[in-house]
């Protein structure tokens, strides 16, 4: 049977091999000689069949993760790695289904997780497994924390609904014109189950005299008319800092809503381009919805206020992407179509459209190191004084709660 194959293939972890296919022994970790993995299976697959997900969870899983699904301590395990805690929300509502499956599935290596948690293929079926979700699920009882599938790809300009724990790495060129290039630095850290604060440390260069162009991926315009001369000018840009808070989530219709606010601090210098005359306050929303076959649709909307003598501005944005995966369990590639509409509250000013096609793709077997490139493309407003210019953007991103930027490669 198929299970007898997996003992076969990693004649090296018999002790291991034991535990997967016939983890009913509950002291199996305690067993040492290779011989073991002869002894009939007090369960298997086919006779979990039928089985509810708790039972399953119990012959097959709750020897490593104990029954009520803490973790045994390492005094009770034969290997030295920690086994997570599924009732702690934090760490468990985070994780979406479909990772799980495949690190059950396939055993932790599929994500770049330690091999003593095994592969369950051959034992129990995906089918088996999503019922052992069903009860794994059950294990975190405060349904306050937003679940990870409503975690969907981080666009280049769209805020996510999404309350993260992430940093990211901003990176924009101007592609036409004598612009120039931004980078930027955000920090976001969630607190408590629906909250999260963030800073963004933006850099900029200039080629001298040209105008400014905004810091497209934080929508602040400065407006540095009088800046001249000649040379490249750089420095350090805006900095923001925000707060984030998820008033709604439902992962049964698919959707998380979230509003915010963000101080705009004039720390980069006007009158290299590199920003704002004075600070100023913005306030905002954001959705987002599950679409069929992985599918999905962001939105992000909210006004800026300058806290100076400048106008207003208005912004929305819309994407809609899709992800698609190498194999089954590999690799994640999304390509998303962005749509950016901003106005400022003067007199004369015209609305600006902006598209950016774009694709993010996962780097590394955790699939927690991330990468997305796009283009920014004016659609108008692209002409006279204030042309803005075709812009590369890019980010790398660390998801730094599933690990450091070199696990899990
Ligand atoms: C032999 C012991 C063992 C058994 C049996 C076992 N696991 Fe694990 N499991 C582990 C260990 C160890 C880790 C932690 C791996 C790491 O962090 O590198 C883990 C981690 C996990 C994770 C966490 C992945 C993440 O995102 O951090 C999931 C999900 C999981 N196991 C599910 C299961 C399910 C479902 C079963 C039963 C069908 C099961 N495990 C049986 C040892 C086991």
Redesign the pocket.
Same mark, same amino acid.
């Given at each position: 049977m198929a299970a007898e194959e997996d003992l076969r293939v990693r004649p090296t972890r018999p002790r @291991?091999a034991l $535990? *997967?296919t016939a *983890?009913v022994t509950t002291f199996a @970790?305690a067993v040492t000689s290779p011989a073991t993995a002869q002894l009939p299976l007090a369960a298997n697959g086919e006779e979990l069949a039928n089985a509810p997900g708790d039972a399953?969870?119990a012959a097959? !899983?709750a020897? !490593?993760?104990g029954l009520d699904g803490t973790g045994l301590p390492p005094s009770l395990l034969a /290997?030295e790695?920690? $086994?997570?805690d599924f009732t702690d929300c934090d760490f468990a509502a985070r994780?979406p289904d479909g990772?799980?499956i495949a $690190? *059950?599935h396939e055993g932790?290596p599929v994500?770049g /997780?330690?091999e +003593? +948690?095994?592969a /369950?293929r051959g034992a129990?079926t995906e089918e088996q @497994?999503g019922r $052992?979700m069903g009860y794994?699920r059950t294990l975190c009882t405060d349904d306050n924390w937003p679940r990870g599938e409503l975690n969907l790809p981080r666009p280049l300009l769209t805020e996510k609904a999404y309350p993260e724990d992430e940093w990211v790495v901003e990176l924009g060129v101007d592609l036409e014109s004598d612009g120039g290039a931004s980078a930027a630095y955000v920090y976001e850290q969630r607190f408590g189950p629906r909250s999260q604060v963030e800073i963004v440390i933006p850099y900029g260069w200039r080629s001298g005299g040209a105008h400014d162009h905004g810091h497209d991926d934080h929508d602040h315009d400065g407006h540095d008319d009088e800046a001249a001369g000649d040379g490249l000018r750089h420095g350090l840009g805006d900095v923001v800092v925000g707060v984030k808070h998820a008033l709604h989530h439902d992962l049964d219709l698919g959707r998380i809503f979230s509003v915010g606010g963000e101080v705009i601090l004039s720390t980069g210098d006007e009158g290299a381009g590199l920003g704002a005359a004075g600070n100023a306050l913005e306030a905002f929303a954001s959705y987002g919805q599950i679409l069929p076959d992985d599918g999905f649709i962001q939105a992000h909307t909210g006004f800026e206020v300058p806290l100076y003598d400048g106008a207003s501005e208005a912004f929305g944005r819309v994407v809609l992407g899709r992800s698609f995966t190498e194999g089954q369990w590999g690799r994640t590639w999304t390509p998303m179509l962005e749509i950016q509409l901003k106005r400022h509250f003067e007199s004369g000013a015209a609305t600006t459209l902006d598209l950016v096609p774009q694709a993010q793709v996962s780097l590394n077997t955790r699939q927690h190191v991330l990468a997305n490139f796009g283009l920014l493309i004016p659609v108008t407003g692209n002409a006279g004084e204030t042309a803005r210019s075709v812009r590369l953007v890019t980010y790398l991103l660390l998801d730094w709660f599933d690990g450091g930027f070199f696990e899990g490669w």
């Amino acid at each position: 049977m198929a299970a007898e194959e997996d003992l076969r293939v990693r004649p090296t972890r018999p002790r @291991l091999a034991l $535990v *997967a296919t016939a *983890a009913v022994t509950t002291f199996a @970790l305690a067993v040492t000689s290779p011989a073991t993995a002869q002894l009939p299976l007090a369960a298997n697959g086919e006779e979990l069949a039928n089985a509810p997900g708790d039972a399953i969870y119990a012959a097959s !899983c709750a020897n !490593c993760h104990g029954l009520d699904g803490t973790g045994l301590p390492p005094s009770l395990l034969a /290997f030295e790695e920690e $086994v997570p805690d599924f009732t702690d929300c934090d760490f468990a509502a985070r994780e979406p289904d479909g990772d799980w499956i495949a $690190v *059950a599935h396939e055993g932790g290596p599929v994500r770049g /997780f330690s091999e +003593m +948690m095994p592969a /369950f293929r051959g034992a129990l079926t995906e089918e088996q @497994l999503g019922r $052992v979700m069903g009860y794994i699920r059950t294990l975190c009882t405060d349904d306050n924390w937003p679940r990870g599938e409503l975690n969907l790809p981080r666009p280049l300009l769209t805020e996510k609904a999404y309350p993260e724990d992430e940093w990211v790495v901003e990176l924009g060129v101007d592609l036409e014109s004598d612009g120039g290039a931004s980078a930027a630095y955000v920090y976001e850290q969630r607190f408590g189950p629906r909250s999260q604060v963030e800073i963004v440390i933006p850099y900029g260069w200039r080629s001298g005299g040209a105008h400014d162009h905004g810091h497209d991926d934080h929508d602040h315009d400065g407006h540095d008319d009088e800046a001249a001369g000649d040379g490249l000018r750089h420095g350090l840009g805006d900095v923001v800092v925000g707060v984030k808070h998820a008033l709604h989530h439902d992962l049964d219709l698919g959707r998380i809503f979230s509003v915010g606010g963000e101080v705009i601090l004039s720390t980069g210098d006007e009158g290299a381009g590199l920003g704002a005359a004075g600070n100023a306050l913005e306030a905002f929303a954001s959705y987002g919805q599950i679409l069929p076959d992985d599918g999905f649709i962001q939105a992000h909307t909210g006004f800026e206020v300058p806290l100076y003598d400048g106008a207003s501005e208005a912004f929305g944005r819309v994407v809609l992407g899709r992800s698609f995966t190498e194999g089954q369990w590999g690799r994640t590639w999304t390509p998303m179509l962005e749509i950016q509409l901003k106005r400022h509250f003067e007199s004369g000013a015209a609305t600006t459209l902006d598209l950016v096609p774009q694709a993010q793709v996962s780097l590394n077997t955790r699939q927690h190191v991330l990468a997305n490139f796009g283009l920014l493309i004016p659609v108008t407003g692209n002409a006279g004084e204030t042309a803005r210019s075709v812009r590369l953007v890019t980010y790398l991103l660390l998801d730094w709660f599933d690990g450091g930027f070199f696990e899990g490669w």
